[in-house]
């Protein structure tokens, strides 16, 4: 080998490894050698940061990872976008609730669920994009790069509660949308309109085969832990529920991933018939209910009381509705509405109409 072709390649090996040097070591949105937030010096391992902000090696890499896949969906949808601008906009407050969540560490904040809920989100929007200029009106008014509005907030705003998930952001925005002032008059019908919603598919049962399930439901219901009067009081009220006409509707879905990652749970609802009722819609068109939803057995001959009490808490007249493909129990009522997710065990955030309680303050 001559000396001109020796030295081409010791200079093309040089070349390389300069390359290779000069390259990211990973794809994620920030550069742990400019790291500045607390989150980024905290995901870097910046031994400088309090104790408490401090993470694990196994965690740390997990959220790198996870800021990996946000950044590449984030990149792949802007270069499709409207908008662009707006999405810009949108995820700068997704950054803020991110440093915030990293920030309060002593609030009911866990930031893995705050970039899968972004993932998922960005994946959806990226394979639904809006075509009509009515759809993207309404992906503008929903978006969080878009004012949220003053009437309808967070109830608690010095804590997480939602701050940076979608639906929480989204709900907020729409209900101010819908009604600027005053409570609502069908806080179901607010819920149920909002553009990315979707129905469940329930599966109706037979209530004639399945009255040991109503039975159960009824005992479950039942707050005194007493023994006494406990068989009169199922007696009376099945008898009441045969009257009025009770329905029981079935589906299988999975609510509760931290439980039992991966399996599906079986979701009863029950519903009465109740003549001039605003309640529930039921899952028959224009049929008026009241309602509550349980976590069953496979077999559809228990309920799992212990399951829907950490899911829903004494909630259990919330709906379970899809936004944006994901299930979530949403429970309406007059001054608002909560969230709750399979993804956290409790409330991911509660909507209160401010403007009507400062006007009942007023009166």
Known sequence: ????????????????????????????????????????RMVCGDERLDESLQLGEDLRKE???????LNAAYREVLSKHFDPELLKREQRVW??????????????????????????????????????NAEREAARLLSMGSPPGDNFATSRPATFKGYGMEICEALVRWLNHTTPKGTMECS??????????????????????????????????????????????????????????????MLKEDVYQNHRKGEPETIVLYALNMK????????????????????????LRQIDKETTTRLLGASRYAMLLY????????GPDMNGAFVKSRRFSGTFCNIDNFGAESERRQK
């Not at 005992?219 to 009081?233: M, Q």
């Not at 049929?287 to 976590?295: A, K, L, N």
């Not at 936004?323 to 949403?330: A, L, N, S, T």
């Open 276 to 299: 001039n009722f605003r309640g529930e819609l039921s899952p028959e068109e224009g049929e008026r209910v009241w309602g509550s939803v349980w976590i069953a057995t496979d077999e």
């Open 188 to 249: 179901r019908c607010v819920v149920r309109s909002m553009p990315g919603i979707g129905e469940p598919a329930w599966q109706k049962l037979d209530t004639r085969q399945h009255e040991g399930l109503f039975a159960k439901i009824i005992e479950a219901g039942i707050t005194d832990p007493g023994e006494k009067g406990r068989p009169e009081i199922i007696r009376k009220r099945l008898e009441a529920a045969r009257s009025q006409g009770y329905k029981l509707w």
């Open 323 to 330: 936004y944006k493909g994901q299930p979530y129990f949403i």
């Open 1 to 40: 080998m001559n000396e001109l072709v020796r030295k081409r390649i010791l200079a093309l090996i040089v070349c390389t490894a300069w390359v290779i040097c000069l390259a990211p070591a990973q794809a994620t949105s920030f550069d742990c050698a400019r790291a500045r937030s607390v989150f980024e």
């Open 63 to 69: 959220l790198l990872k996870l800021d990996e896949e």
């Open 95 to 132: 950054l803020a609730a991110r440093e915030r969540c990293a920030r309060e560490m002593n609030v009911p904040c866990n930031v893995f669920h705050l970039y899968r809920d972004r993932i998922d989100n960005l994946r959806y929007d990226l394979a639904h994009p809006p075509h009509t």
